[in-house]
């Protein structure tokens, strides 16, 4: 495996994610990508990829203060990488803001002929060389990506005609799935086929999930020979968003431990946990890395969970930094969980019977449980009826209690 790392670009295709708008965020603060851009450096990331300034002037400003910002942490071997149409424009106004490497595109499908720039595919090849060999002339030192957007729609023959006119002087060559219609056994192929030809330079993928299959589509690419996938923090991006870092690199790490090495996997749940702090929003259930992974709410998984965790949580989240899990007390609950709730949360002394019984009279009344009247509430009226003793439990003790169900 060639794999190097991720390029982040949760400032760049994060930023045109439905989830700005959902959150009535719309852009990241300035303070919001300090801090973001700080979790990500610590969790291991290296490569960012931001929009050209060109874009906007708040993100031409954002990009020069995040540039000083990151310089004064002191980490080294960071990138940024600006996201450019092979326009003159966007290249000059990159290599000015002080990027370090420039992430080229064009699409070369029917469609993008058509309907996006309006160029044949000839006029593309002849603009593209053009552009980016003279950009290379200019330049001897700036990191050039080159990706044909669509790839996966895109006839590998077109692609190959293209990246053989520009080989000697790119330094990595992308495969987005701008659509997200790549399977895996699309992925390997195309791989397999791009690293043959191009045995000089790294392959870099972007894989949106429009099929869900952004995550193992990453996975097979690294496996593949992939240097670089882009991910991002949730893996917000456009439409149904590309793949998450954390988790790749959960799935990198049940894979391969090795691939992980420069990570620090134990901040992962902390910086989605940021994310959601910033969105306002709950950490998505499909990611892998979140604390809804360590929740259990059926009875017969909460009483297996009280007795041993790994009967129901087949990976270890605690080296990605989920060091709690829970357990939701509702109309599914059984008496094994009412019994350890009304002990260990509300300190009554209750024997096993009456936590069985009074769990019928629980789940009885599950129709009464809303937003008003909470389960706990509901639990809290059928125990006034029996009277129970509370345990004594002396301060010391309960400052010492562990409530880690490990
Ligand atoms: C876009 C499209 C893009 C670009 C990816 C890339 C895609 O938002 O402009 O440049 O590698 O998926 O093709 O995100």
Same mark, same amino acid.
């Given at each position: 495996?060639?794999?190097?790392?991720?390029?982040?670009?949760?400032?760049?295709?994060?930023? @045109?994610?439905?989830?700005?708008?959902?959150?009535?965020?719309?852009?990241?603060?300035?303070?919001?990508?300090? *801090?973001?851009?700080?979790?990500?450096?610590?969790?291991?990331?290296?490569?960012?990829?931001?929009?050209?300034?060109?874009?906007?002037?708040?993100?031409?400003?954002?990009?020069?203060?995040?540039?000083?910002?990151?310089?004064?942490? &002191?980490?080294?071997?960071?990138?940024?990488?600006?996201?450019?149409?092979?326009?003159?424009?966007?290249?000059?106004?990159?290599?000015?803001?002080?990027?370090?490497?420039?992430?080229? $595109?064009?699409?070369?499908?029917? !469609?993008?002929?058509?309907?996006?720039?309006?160029?044949?595919?000839?006029?593309?090849?002849?603009?593209?060389?053009?552009?980016?060999?003279?950009?290379?002339?200019?330049?001897?030192?700036?990191?050039?990506?080159?990706?044909?957007?669509?790839?996966?729609?895109?006839?590998?023959?077109?692609?190959?005609?293209? !990246?053989?006119?520009?080989?000697?002087?790119?330094?990595?060559? &992308?495969?987005?799935?701008?659509?997200?219609?790549?399977?895996?056994?699309?992925?390997?192929? #195309?791989?397999?086929?791009?690293?043959?030809?191009?045995?000089?330079?790294?392959?870099?993928?972007?894989?949106?999930?429009?099929?869900?299959?952004?995550?193992?589509?990453?996975? *097979?690419?690294?496996?593949?020979?992939?240097?670089?996938?882009? #991910?991002?923090?949730?893996?917000?991006?456009?439409?149904?968003?590309?793949?998450?870092?954390?988790?790749?690199?959960?799935?990198? $790490?049940?894979?391969?431990?090795?691939? +992980?090495?420069?990570?620090?996997?134990?901040? +992962?749940?902390?910086?989605?946990?940021?994310? &959601?702090?910033?969105?306002?929003?709950?950490?998505?259930?499909?990611?892998?890395?979140?604390?809804?992974?360590?929740?259990? *709410?059926?009875?017969?998984?909460?009483?297996?969970?009280?007795?041993?965790?790994?009967? !129901?949580?087949?990976?270890?989240?605690?080296?990605?930094?989920?060091?709690?899990? @829970?357990?939701?007390?509702?109309?599914?609950?059984?008496?094994?969980?009412?019994?350890?709730?009304?002990?260990?949360?509300?300190?009554?002394?209750?024997?096993?019977?009456?936590?069985?019984?009074?769990?019928?009279?629980?789940?009885?009344?599950?129709?009464?449980?809303?937003?008003?009247?909470?389960?706990?509430?509901?639990? &809290?009226?059928?125990?006034?009826? $029996?009277?129970?003793?509370?345990?004594?439990?002396?301060?010391?003790?309960?400052?010492?209690?562990?409530?880690?169900?490990?």
């Amino acid at each position: 495996m060639n794999f190097k790392g991720v390029i982040d670009t949760t400032f760049r295709d994060g930023q @045109q994610s439905p989830l700005m708008f959902d959150s009535y965020k719309y852009r990241f603060t300035i303070e919001d990508k300090k *801090t973001l851009i700080f979790g990500l450096i610590q969790l291991g990331v290296r490569n960012f990829e931001f929009f050209a300034p060109n874009v906007s002037k708040s993100e031409a400003h954002d990009f020069i203060e995040i540039k000083k910002y990151v310089a004064s942490i &002191g980490i080294s071997g960071i990138r940024f990488f600006a996201h450019c149409r092979c326009h003159q424009k966007d290249i000059e106004e990159s290599i000015r803001a002080g990027f370090d490497g420039l992430n080229l $595109y064009i699409g070369m499908t029917e !469609y993008a002929q058509r309907y996006s720039h309006g160029m044949k595919f000839e006029e593309v090849i002849t603009n593209v060389t053009k552009i980016i060999k003279a950009t290379r002339k200019s330049y001897p030192h700036i990191y050039l990506r080159f990706s044909a957007e669509d790839s996966f729609r895109t006839p590998i023959e077109d692609i190959f005609k293209m !990246y053989d006119e520009i080989y000697e002087s790119v330094d990595i060559f &992308g495969m987005p799935d701008t659509v997200g219609i790549a399977t895996p056994v699309m992925v390997a192929d #195309t791989i397999n086929a791009l690293k043959k030809r191009y045995p000089k330079v790294d392959i870099e993928c972007h894989f949106h999930n429009d099929r869900g299959l952004s995550l193992i589509n990453a996975i *097979t690419a690294i496996q593949s020979g992939a240097s670089y996938v882009d #991910t991002s923090i949730w893996g917000m991006a456009e439409r149904s968003g590309i793949t998450s870092v954390t988790g790749l690199l959960l799935n990198l $790490y049940y894979e391969d431990k090795t691939l +992980c090495k420069d990570f620090n996997l134990k901040v +992962c749940y902390p910086l989605n946990v940021l994310m &959601g702090s910033i969105l306002k929003l709950q950490v998505s259930p499909t990611e892998p890395v979140s604390i809804t992974n360590r929740t259990h *709410t059926a009875g017969v998984h909460q009483k297996a969970v009280l007795n041993n965790p790994y009967v !129901y949580e087949a990976h270890d989240l605690k080296n990605f930094g989920v060091d709690k899990k @829970q357990l939701f007390l509702g109309p599914l609950s059984g008496k094994n969980l009412i019994y350890y709730y009304l002990r260990e949360i509300e300190y009554y002394d209750l024997t096993q019977e009456q936590a069985s019984e009074i769990s019928l009279e629980f789940k009885s009344r599950a129709m009464e449980m809303n937003k008003k009247n909470k389960p706990e509430t509901v639990l &809290g009226k059928i125990v006034a009826h $029996y009277h129970l003793p509370k345990l004594t439990i002396k301060r010391e003790y309960l400052k010492n209690r562990v409530e880690n169900l490990d």
